[in-house]
């Protein structure tokens, strides 16, 4: 089996085993998906297989850290994360592409995130009130290759149910998230709310962002490579994760965005804040709180690489400078650590070679 090794790595030799050994097997991943994807019979859905492969395969590339996680198999791994991101970022597409909105359809379409994490859930008809359906066993077949991975995993039924916690949020979240402008953030509030009292720290949008993550996700998939895992340590690595790490993912993404969603009036979480001093101060906690998360976990230097990489790789994209979040970032870089900038200049050099 080809493992990476149980010692943990330092973060730039991380990063250079990242781009060099596992980019190269989520492009093969990606590769044969979209073969699959082009034989799709409908073709608006054919499309949007295609252009969700083709315009986030970032996406895919940084979930595929996890493949790194001490222990794991390397090819297995991003057989999982690129098969389970791939069918998120096609439903994504699916819910707000091809102007269809049903929170019926949105909610059936995403069962398939749940069950993908179920190896031995019967597969539903997920296209059952979804205006289009043929897709030539598209998604189904996404279904069936993260089952079949998990199959692989005996450790993996200690952490299932943290798992499926995680995917019924995520579905939730992009089953309100878009619906019509005018009664979506009602539906989502009222979705919300229950949630918030087990987590007094943040707010509704802040939570809600932190579902949209499938970090939490490729995370409790790589620990359950272990024999010997306990369903205690799942339940640290979701506490760790949800909402600290997954939600400096999601803010992260959200912030770079900013301009643009302003711009196309779309929905962005971290325009619920009041001004940019808000805005640095409350992804500031996020980061401060997801790096002292990782203090608790096995292999914490592998948690903290993957924190402080996703501020390198968020902040080193060219969005990241509009002049109106320019000084955030620039606070961001300075307050996350040692370790941020080195990372941050790596990533810039991998976009001038257009490697991300």
């Known amino acids: 089996m080809n493992t990476s090794v149980v010692k943990p790595m330092n973060r730039v030799r991380l990063i250079y085993q ?21 034989r799709s019979p409908d073709p608006r859905l054919r499309r949007q297989a295609a252009e969700s492969i083709r315009t986030k395969a970032f996406h895919c590339q940084g979930g595929s850290i996890y493949a790194l996680y001490p222990g794991v198999s390397r090819v297995d791994a991003v057989r999982f994360i690129v098969a ?18 049903d929170e019926l359809a949105f909610s059936q379409l995403h069962l398939a995130m749940q069950e993908a994490l179920d190896p031995n859930a019967a597969r539903s008809d997920y296209y059952m009130y979804y205006p289009y359906r043929e897709d030539g066993g598209y998604l189904e077949r996404l279904v069936t290759t993260c089952q079949e991975g998990l199959n692989k995993l005996s450790a993996y ?3 299932q149910e943290e798992a499926i916690k995680l995917a019924k949020l995520y579905s939730h979240l992009q089953t309100y998230k878009h619906l019509a402008a005018e009664e979506r953030e009602a539906k989502m509030l009222n979705w919300l ?5 087990d987590y007094p720290e943040i707010t509704a949008w802040e939570f809600a962002a932190a579902t949209g993550s499938t970090l939490g996700i490729f995370c409790l998939y790589a620990v359950a490579f272990d024999p010997q895992l306990t369903y205690w340590q799942g ?3 979701r506490q760790a994760y949800f909402p600290w790490i997954c939600g400096c993912h999601i803010l992260l993404d959200y912030f770079i965005d900013l301009r643009e969603d302003r ?39 592998f ?9 390198a790789m968020y902040l080193s994209d060219e969005k990241s400078r509009d002049s109106d979040i320019r000084s955030v970032t620039q606070k961001l870089l300075g307050g996350s650590g040692p370790g941020v900038k080195l990372l941050y ?7 001038r070679m257009k490697v991300l």
């Not at 781009?19 to 998906?33: A, C, M, R, Y």
């Not at 903290?304 to 990489?309: E, L, S």
């Not at 200049?345 to 976009?351: D, I, T, V």
Request: proline share 3%; net charge neutral.
């Open 345 to 351: 200049r790596l990533c810039c050099q991998l976009r």
């Open 157 to 159: 039924k200690m952490v």
């Open 18 to 38: 990242f781009v060099s050994t596992i980019f190269p097997i989520v492009k093969q991943e990606l590769n044969g998906w979209q073969q699959i994807a082009a």
């Open 193 to 197: 709310n229950p949630y918030l009292r």
């Open 84 to 101: 389970y991101q791939t069918m998120s970022d096609y439903l994504d597409n699916l819910v707000d592409s091809l102007e269809v909105q």
């Open 263 to 301: 711009e196309t009036k779309q929905l962005n979480f971290v325009g619920y804040y009041e001004d940019t001093e808000m805005i640095s101060e409350r992804l500031l906690l996020f980061v401060k709180n997801s790096l002292e998360k990782t203090l608790q976990l096995d292999y914490p230097k």
């Open 235 to 237: 339940q640290k690595i």
């Open 303 to 311: 948690h903290r690489a993957v924190v402080q990489g996703l501020l």
